[in-house]
C-alpha cells in the first residue's frame, strides 16, 4: 500500500506559464479532534488507488501531518503557510508542485489538509488560505454526539464567512442510519452543501498521539492492513466521484508559478556546492521539505546522517544542520552513542558551522533531563541543560529581528518561524551570547563560536535571502581559515 516517494523536486527555479487551474479542495474542521487528519489520510490513499496522483499540502506550520502524506501519497507535502511563509510563496510553492509532476490535470488532485477548526489562526487560518488559493472547502463535522444539531453547525460555518466556499461537507463518528437520517433531514432543510458521507466511528485506524502530535509518518503508525482497511471505510462510506467533481469546479486563478533562483555565483574553477550535513533520522525529523529545497537551490549538497546511529560526520561536510523531533524519546540512545557526541564537539570546537533548531538545540547542550529526572549527556556544544516538562512551554509564530550582522544576515533583518517545545533550558552560561530579539521581548538563537541553535523552527519562504548569507558565510570562513 506505502507507494516510493518521489525525490524529483518540483521546485526548479525559473518562470512557468500561467496554467490552467488543478483539481483541488481544502478539508477543514470543525475543530481539533473532529478526524480530519484521519479522514483527510482515506481520501488521499482512495484517490492514490484510483490511479490520481495525490498532490498533499498541509495548512500551517505543522511536522507532523506532511509525514503522513507523503506516507500514503509518495509526494512531498508542502506546508502552506500565509502567516509564515507569506501569500506569494504559498501561491507559488502550490502551483509549482502541481506543475512539477509534468502531468495533465486530469491525472492530477491537490488535497489540502486544514489546521485547528476552519477559522482558528485568523490571517493564517484554512479558511483563509481557502480564499488565497480559490479552494473548495469540504468541512469534517464530528456529529458523535449529535443528530440535528450537526446542521446547525454546519449552517454556522457557512454563513460565517459568505465569500469562503463551503461545498461539500462529511459527518464522522456516525453510528447508524437512523443517526444519518436525522443528520440528513436536518441539512437538507436548513443548507445546500452537499453531503459527500457519513463516516463510521473506527477505533483500528485511529492514529497514536503523544505530547508533540501524531505519530510521524516514518514510524508508519497505520500498518498496510490499516490502511487497506481505511481505503476500503473511505470508499463505502464517502461520494468519492462527488467529490471530484467538487474539486473539478475550481475555478482558475492564473497563479504564476515563479521562484527565481537565488544560487551564489561560484568562484572560477572552483565547485559550486557546498556540503551540507543534514540530521535525518527518528529523534530529528522536523524539516519543512521547502526549506530543503531553497538550501539545495542557494547551493548547497545536502548529506543526510543519523546521530543515533552513525558514529561519523559525513566525510566532506562544510556544515551542519540540526533538525527538531524527538531528542528525548532517544536520549538514552543519544547518550551512548559517544563517538557520534564527540565528533560534533569537535567539529564545532574547530570552528566548525552549525545551525540547530529545537531538538537540534537540546541535542546540543550538556545534558538533557527527562520527565523521570534523569540527566543524559548530549553532545556539550553549549554549556546549558534543558529539562523536558509535562505541560508545554511555548507555542506559535515568531518574528525573530537580527541583533547583529551573523550568519542569517545583517542587523535588523527579520526570520520568520514557529515555536513549539515541552522543555525549557534550565541553566545556560551568561558568556553565551544571542542573536534574535523576538516580537514579545524575549532573546533567543543561542551563538557560541560558528554554532546557533534555539528554539525556533525557521522558514526561508520569506526570507530566502538569508540561506544565500548563510552559504557566504561558511565560504568566508572557509577562505579566512585558507589564508592562515
Known amino acids: 500500500m506505502i507507494s516510493q516517494v518521489n525525490t524529483t523536486s518540483a521546485l526548479s527555479p525559473g518562470l512557468f506559464s500561467p496554467e490552467p487551474a488543478f483539481p483541488a479542495f481544502l478539508i477543514g474542521g470543525t475543530a481539533s479532534g473532529c478526524g480530519k487528519t484521519t479522514i483527510t489520510l482515506g481520501i488521499m490513499a482512495a484517490l492514490k488507488v484510483r490511479g490520481l496522483t495525490v498532490q ?177 471505510a473511505v470508499q463505502a462510506h464517502i461520494d468519492l466521484d462527488g467529490l471530484l467533481s467538487l474539486a473539478a469546479e475550481r475555478t482558475s486563478q492564473q497563479v504564476t508559478a515563479r521562484l527565481p533562483s537565488k544560487q551564489p555565483s561560484s568562484p572560477k574553477g572552483q565547485p559550486r556546492s557546498l556540503k551540507l550535513a543534514v540530521a535525518r533520522d527518528l529523534p530529528f525529523c522536523f524539516y519543512y521539505e521547502d526549506n530543503l529545497t531553497i538550501l539545495e537551490r542557494a547551493g548547497f549538497e545536502l548529506l543526510p546522517f543519523s546521530p543515533l546511529h552513525d558514529q561519523h560526520l559525513p566525510e566532506g561536510m562544510d556544515a551542519l544542520y540540526l533538525g527538531g523531533g524527538y531528542p528525548e524519546l532517544h536520549a538514552p540512545a543519544l547518550s551512548r552513542n559517544l563517538a557520534m557526541r564527540m565528533a560534533i564537539a569537535d567539529w564545532a570546537a574547530g570552528g566548525g558551522s552549525i545551525y540547530a533548531e529545537c531538538g537540534g538545540f537540546m541535542y546540543l547542550c550538556e545534558e538533557l533531563i527527562d520527565l523521570e529526572g534523569k540527566a543524559h549527556a548530549m553532545a556539550g556544544v553549549f554549556p546549558a541543560t534543558v529539562r523536558m516538562q509535562s505541560r508545554l512551554s511555548r507555542l506559535g509564530y515568531r518574528q525573530a529581528s537580527l541583533r547583529k550582522d551573523c550568519l542569517w544576515g545583517k542587523k535588523g533583518e527579520t526570520l520568520h518561524g514557529h515555536e513549539f517545545h515541552y522543555s525549557r533550558i534550565e541553566r545556560m552560561a551568561p558568556e553565551v551570547e544571542t542573536l534574535y530579539q523576538l516580537e514579545d521581548g524575549r532573546s533567543e538563537g543561542f551563538k557560541i563560536g560558528n554554532t546557533l541553535g534555539g528554539y525556533l523552527h525557521l522558514h526561508f519562504g520569506r526570507s530566502e535571502s538569508a540561506v544565500s548569507a548563510f552559504y557566504h558565510f561558511i565560504k568566508q570562513i572557509q577562505a579566512e581559515r585558507s589564508s592562515h
Open 56 to 232: 498533499p499540502f498541509k495548512c500551517g506550520p505543522d511536522f507532523i501531518d506532511p509525514s503522513l502524506h507523503r506516507m500514503v501519497t509518495g509526494e512531498i507535502s508542502s506546508n502552506l503557510d500565509l502567516r509564515m511563509c507569506g501569500e506569494d510563496f504559498c501561491r507559488e510553492i502550490f502551483q509549482q508542485r502541481l506543475i512539477g509532476h509534468g502531468l495533465s490535470s486530469a491525472e492530477t488532485v491537490a488535497v489540502v489538509e486544514g489546521v485547528m477548526g476552519l477559522f482558528d489562526g485568523g490571517p493564517a487560518s484554512s479558511a483563509a488560505l481557502a480564499l488565497a488559493l480559490d479552494l473548495p472547502v469540504i468541512l469534517v463535522i464530528d456529529a458523535g454526539s449529535a443528530a440535528e444539531s450537526a446542521a446547525a453547525i454546519l449552517k454556522g460555518f457557512e454563513l460565517f464567512d459568505p465569500r469562503l466556499q463551503i461545498k461539500g461537507v462529511i459527518f464522522n463518528r456516525v453510528d447508524s442510519v437512523t443517526h444519518q437520517g436525522l443528520i440528513r433531514m436536518a441539512v437538507q432543510q436548513a443548507s445546500r452543501v452537499k453531503i459527500l458521507g457519513f463516516f463510521p466511528r473506527n477505533i483500528h485506524f485511529e492514529i497514536p498521539d503523544r505530547h508533540l502530535g501524531l505519530h510521524m509518518g516514518e514510524e508508519l503508525p497505520l500498518n498496510d492492513v490499516q490502511l487497506q482497511e481505511l481505503v476500503t
